[in-house]
């Protein structure tokens, strides 16, 4: 617990928020693969020209971010250090080639960060090209982790290490005019060295380099450092990611709803072994209730205006009429009332599916509204665990003609194998769910999780 907060703040702070079950496990559910998987720092690359203000926009992010942790780690870190015959030509030396980094180097570095163990970077020095042989510096565990560089986005295994990626657009003039102040006033260099270096290398291998990596951006900064907007969205946007499980950074199509003690207080009776039929039935039910409104949350809309008693305009929305329920049979029927009693007279489908072991899944039965094609699909399964079933389900109806983006898949409980299962196979698809679980063990149930949901809602487990 942080030493300047109470017993209750901690409780309190820990329980607002996103709610993943595994965090308060029994050690023995906690395999590294897993433990690794649950909090894992948010990394956002920055990229662009040299002297675009990547490091300005950087400082202004962390500046904003200052109640979470947040480490800087910049590209130049891992320059390769010039021996003492290439320092006496520095001058034909390309400093702006991927080849000029030690890209092994950092993508360790950044992979031991994300680990949540400390580094210690090198420390470059741009007036004589080396590193400082003797000192480091110490980056420790943070929430956030920040890469920035002009070639941070060149080499695919470190793109693929981001959560995030900018690009920093600024004009070249103002490029150039910005480096020769910064290098002759900063890095110890003369108008002419920089003029030179700009022209035989600075400029070739951003046009070679940089700028064909502007494509894997998720967002392209133009005007840099002046840009406080495009900085204040960007903020708004990690700190809405930190609060969530790892599993909503890598995919944006899952949603967990937001947990409250009420919540909580759900999953921790029906997750009880010792619940009484009665209250395992009356406490899903309000929680599969809770999913079914969030889900429809995620259905398109119509502008609609209204005249009010008092004889003003209500401006407000129309609900999504094309929609179809379909539940996957057993335990999806389960979900049904709900969304009866919030979907006036939907129509709903069903598809059961055989299950044998992992592997063996065979679809036996479906009933679809002929129409299905043109409706909106809230897929209704209160656990998803391994995703072979909805996999499965996702793929007839897909084959029916439903637009993958059409479907909207709720649970009560996803284990993060079905999470990467289904997401991966079909990223359109979005997931709506009340917590995300450790895993699935080797029986494929999942963990901690509540047993089987079926049996246990429709009496049949005794
Ligand atoms: N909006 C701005 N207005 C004026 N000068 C700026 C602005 N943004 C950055 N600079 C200056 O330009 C130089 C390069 O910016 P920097 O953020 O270091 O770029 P990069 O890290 O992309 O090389 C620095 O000297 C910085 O102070
Ligand atoms: N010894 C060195 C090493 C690098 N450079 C130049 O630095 C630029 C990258 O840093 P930014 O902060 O501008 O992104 C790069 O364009 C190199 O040309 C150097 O001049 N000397
Ligand atoms: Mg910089």
């Known amino acids: 617990m942080p030493e300047h ?239 969530q499980h790892d599993l909503c950074k890598l995919y944006p199509n899952i949603y967990v709803i937001q947990s409250t003690f009420q919540i909580r207080g759900m999953h921790t009776l029906i997750r009880d072994k010792d619940i009484s039929k009665h209250d395992f039935v009356f406490y899903s039910d309000r929680l599969i209730r809770l999913v079914v409104e969030h889900g429809l949350g995620h259905l398109p809309f119509t502008e609609m205006q209204v005249v009010t008693p008092t004889g003003s305009v209500y401006s407000g929305v129309d609900f999504c009429k094309k929609l179809c329920g379909v539940s996957i049979v057993r335990s999806g029927e389960s979900m049904e009332n709900a969304l009866r009693a919030c979907c006036k007279g939907i129509k709903i489908g069903k598809i059961l599916i055989h299950r044998d072991g992992d592997n063996g899944q065979q679809l036996i039965y479906e009933k679809l509204p002929k129409d299905i094609s043109e409706r909106h699909v809230l897929l209704l399964d209160p656990v998803l665990a391994t995703g072979n079933s909805a996999n499965q389900a996702i793929e007839l109806l897909i084959q029916k003609g439903v637009p993958e983006s059409y479907i909207i898949f709720l649970n009560l409980i996803s284990a993060p194998e079905g999470i990467h299962c289904v997401s991966k196979r079909f990223p359109s698809v979005k997931i709506v769910t009340s917590e995300i679980d450790v895993a699935i063990n080797e029986e494929y149930r999942v963990v901690p999780g509540l047993g089987e949901f079926g049996d246990r809602y429709f009496g049949t487990d005794d």
């Open 5 to 243: 907060t109470t017993a209750i703040d901690y409780v309190m702070e820990a329980a607002s928020g996103p709610h993943f079950s595994g965090l308060h496990l029994d050690d023995r559910f906690l395999s590294s693969s897993f433990t690794d998987s649950i909090k894992q720092p948010f990394v956002i690359g920055v990229s662009g020209g040299s002297a675009s203000g990547k490091t300005t926009v950087c400082d202004m992010i962390i500046q904003q971010l200052h109640d979470h942790r947040v480490v800087l780690v910049n590209q130049d870190s891992f320059y390769r250090g010039l021996t003492a015959e290439e320092s006496a030509r520095a001058h034909e030396y390309n400093f702006d080639h991927p080849d000029a980094f030690d890209t092994e180097q950092m993508l360790e570095c950044i992979e031991t960060l994300k680990q949540g163990k400390s580094v210690q970077l090198p420390i470059y020095d741009f007036k004589n090209h080396r590193r400082c042989s003797e000192s480091f510096r110490q980056v420790n565990v943070s929430d956030v982790i920040i890469l920035e560089g002009i070639l941070v986005f060149h080499d695919q295994r470190v793109r693929d290490l981001m959560n995030m990626k900018i690009f920093v657009d600024t004009d070249a003039d103002v490029r150039l005019a910005r480096r020769i102040r910064r290098d002759t006033v900063e890095r110890g260099r003369d108008v002419n060295s920089v003029l030179e270096q700009y022209a035989k290398f600075v400029k070739p291998a951003f046009d070679d380099f940089v700028l064909p990596s502007k494509k894997y951006a998720d967002v392209i900064i133009p005007r840099g450092g002046e840009n406080h907007v495009a900085v204040d969205l960007i903020v708004q946007h990690i700190r809405t990611k930190l609060g």
